[in-house]
């Protein structure tokens, strides 16, 4: 097992379209991951920055096992109101960060929120960049790539994802919520990553992955 506690970015990690810096949150130290402020600003969220390369690439590499992390997501301060507090896992990201698969939480649209149908059974998503994003997937397999779980913001959540040859489970807090079994992925094996995205901001702890 590879084992990063995520206290201080790890010596090899890069950033892509992400800050990152220790901080504590919750009694726990680990690692803040945002998008930069001009970003925000003055970026292009609905373009470039919808399920696309926000990511802290680890220096490790990885096909099929177990990875496992914990999460405590919150909203930016200049959130808006369609962004859901995204926050998750990256992985067979390949060396030019072209082609990989995710699995990332919506904390706000988690059942502790109450969030309003259809965003109650939102909570968790699979998606593979670049061709097989959330909007493709739900317009085309509805219901098929996300699911309901029992989160939501400001609270440390575990998530783990048991990656196969073919596809992936994803478990929060220890209950199988979402299977996927095809990956859309071209890539089989490739770095593993901390992913943000727009209007969110989460610690990362405990990152464990299984070969």
């Keep these: 097992m590879t084992y990063f506690d995520l206290v201080d970015l790890p010596t090899g990690a890069k ?7 220790p901080r504590e949150v919750g009694g726990r130290r680990g690692l803040w991951v945002a ?5 925000r600003q003055t970026g292009l969220p609905n373009v470039d920055y919808i399920d696309a390369e926000n990511i ?6 990885f096909s099929t096992g177990t990875l496992e992390v914990d999460i405590f997501i919150t909203l930016a301060a200049d959130a808006r109101p369609e962004d859901r507090g995204f926050a998750g896992l990256d992985y067979h ?3 030019a960060i072209k082609n990989f698969e995710s699995v990332y939480l919506r904390a706000t649209n988690g ?3 109450n969030p309003p149908a259809p965003r109650d059974v ?3 998503q699979y998606f593979a960049f670049p061709n097989a994003k959330f909007q493709y997937l739900r317009d085309t397999f509805p219901g098929a790539y996300e699911a309901p779980a029992n989160i939501g913001l400001g609270e440390w959540i575990n998530l783990r994802l048991e990656v196969t040859a073919s596809g992936v489970k994803s478990f929060v807090n220890g209950e199988l919520v979402l299977s996927i079994a095809e990956s859309l992925c071209k890539a089989t094996t490739g770095k593993v990553g901390l992913r943000v995205d727009i209007g969110s901001e989460a610690v990362f702890s405990n990152l464990r992955i299984s070969s």
């Design 35 to 39: 998008l930069p402020a001009d970003i």
């Design 15 to 21: 950033l892509s379209k992400v800050v990152a810096v």
């Design 111 to 113: 059942l502790k929120e």
């Design 93 to 95: 990201i390949d060396d």
């Design 122 to 124: 939102r909570a968790i």
């Design 56 to 61: 802290v690439v680890m220096p490790v590499e």
